[in-house]
């Protein structure tokens, strides 16, 4: 009965007309960022974040969902009509996908897409209605001990979602812990690394930092890159498939969603891997794997099914216990204490209007995604044509503002402008941010509950032993450490970053 009162309240707050505007903007731009390669929702989400301001907090992240899950449907366009995957997730979708457009089936080929889509997302949003609750219960056997070690366990998650060097990843994470402590610690009312800079003393504001880093950063390495784009088909022909087909990609919907929901709760699975591995079990239980890479119909379902369930799940871990399971949630936690808002377990009970509005939110936004979608493939097929070098400046100019309308200061201008430089050469040495930006977020929590922890034990370190969650939990942290070191996932780690 809980769970029905809850679902209640979310679709009340979800159907809202000013949530329902924002999530239908989100899901336009999500959509818009996935048909253009090069513009992902990390920094669109990053680039978006001092324009929510003004928002209720539930409006607010309605809309920067939308903006996630949307991509994975955008991405889709791309990869079919031109070969070229709008985001990571829909590189598996380029293989068959694009081989029924040059067959004539375009229009086949994204109705299933979206459809798939349609399906996981509805799938997903059950499976986290399911699984919030009992989470929530957990939350309230939480005191400072064990808020402590969860704090770490999501440190070391950001280090597993990294690629390359489990060094470098542990570097990023001091790194961002130390910057977090910058400014007049409350405590004692000391000056910690202000430097006699009036601007530092209520600490790095997170918003400009995420938009160098994430946003910035990575557009300007994307200018770089070679632009060439060549659209299979102007007109798509019919986008309604056929029974068989249906038929056909319904199976492949199911074990991809299935696949999609299990992958993206994992901290470190990646946008990738719940397609990549969709594709793959469809290909072995293929009766003739010999059609894969030759349109079949089974190499689209599958992975756009895989990819948007895996979108919503990950936002599990982020709603029930705080931690991110990607580098996009690692934004959102932030984004969360930006409008004063604590992550952790006990967001399911102080906020169950944001929570649950969120869920049923998901749902309406893929109503949305694929009502507006399909009759909008003229429009995303004219934005392909863009060229990346005109949108350049209007995505500097529209930063600059957003990051001086948070506190109507230069200062914030400036660090934006100089976290774009660290975030650029972080892209050029191969480095990711994630873990740095994350510690940022993060570190003054950390602080404050290992203090609260001290004063409740009296100074003794072994309460975050004998506590058992607690104990449970640094297992966990242990366990990953050992993991990550290892010579064999090292190196695939190593691979991963080079491809």
Known sequence: MELFDSLFLGLQVAVEPQNLLYCLFGVLIGTAIGVLPGIGPIPTVALLLPFTFGLEPATAFIMLAGIFYGAQYGGSTTAILVNVPGETS???????????????????????AAI???????????????????LAALALKFTAVEYFSLLVLGLIAAVVLAHGSVAKALAMIVLGLILGIVGIDVSSGASRMTFGIPNLADG???VPVAM?????????????RPAERRVVAQKVGSLMPSWPDLRQAFPAMVRGTAIG?????LPGGGAALPPFTAYALEKKAARDPSRFGHGAIEGVAGPEAANNAGAQTS??????????????MAL???????HGIQPGPQIM?????????????????????????????????AMLKIPYRLMFPAIVLFCCIGAYGISNSMFNVWLMLGCAAIGYFFIKVGVEPAPLLLGLVLGPQLEENFRRAMLLADGDVTVFVTSPISAAILAIVALLLIAMFSPKIARKREEALVE
């Open 90 to 112: 829909s590189v598996v979708t380029c293989i068959d996908g694009h081989q029924m457009a040059k067959k004539g089936r375009a229009g086949h080929a994204l109705a299933i």
């Open 116 to 134: 798939s889509s349609f399906f996981a997302g509805t799938v997903a949003t059950i499976v986290i209605a399911l699984l919030a609750i009992p």
């Open 204 to 206: 790095l504001d997170f």
């Open 212 to 224: 160098g880093l994430f946003g910035l950063g990575e557009i300007i390495a994307n200018l770089e």
């Open 261 to 265: 929901s299990f992958l993206g709760v």
């Open 315 to 328: 936002f599990i871990p982020l709603l029930t216990l705080g931690i991110p399971s990607n580098a996009l």
């Open 332 to 338: 959102m936690i932030g984004a969360l204490m930006m």
């Open 349 to 381: 009970t102080e906020q169950p209007a944001l929570v649950w509005g969120l869920i049923a939110s998901m749902w309406t936004g893929n109503l949305m995604l694929l009502v507006i979608n399909l009759p909008m493939i003229g429009v995303w097929i």
